[in-house]
Nanobody, 121 residues
Framework: QVQPVESGGGLVQAGGSLRLSCAISGRTFSSYAAGWFRQAPGKERRFVAAISWGGGSTSYVDSVKGRFTISRDNAKNTVYLQMNSLKPEDTAVYYC??????????????WGQGTQVTVSS
């Protein structure tokens, strides 16, 4: 139905930047909120950022506020996560997800396979 596919992960030094992209295919993408989550080694998957369908509302976990920016281009069915001032603790597998309706930090139905982000010290 809906299939997010992430790209853009890689290795970056602390203080550097990286932009993740999430292409979302499927006929039900319209009116969906989208979010980014991450799972660090030995930890549970956690919410990072989310954006409403129209892009007018965004939400971020406190640890990334001021450093990460989520955006979307609905004409391209693509969601982005611009990550600046990266820290080693940002190292994780990053997942893109989508859900119908309003922006929330839980309740996402469609998930990508993830892309690895590694921040060296």
């Amino acid at each position: 139905q809906v299939q997010p596919v992430e790209s853009g992960g890689g290795l970056v030094q602390a203080g550097g930047s990286l932009r993740l992209s999430c292409a979302i295919s499927g006929r039900t993408f319209s009116s969906y909120a989208a979010g980014w989550f991450r799972q660090a080694p030995g930890k549970e998957r956690r919410f990072v950022a989310a954006i409403s369908w129209g892009g007018g509302s965004t939400s971020y976990v406190d640890s990334v506020k001021g450093r990460f920016t989520i955006s979307r281009d609905n004409a391209k069915n693509t969601v982005y996560l611009q990550m600046n001032s990266l820290k080693p603790e940002d190292t994780a597998v990053y997942y893109c997800a989508a859900k119908y309706g309003a922006l929330t930090v839980t309740g996402y139905d469609y998930w990508g396979q993830g892309t690895q982000v590694t921040v060296s010290s």
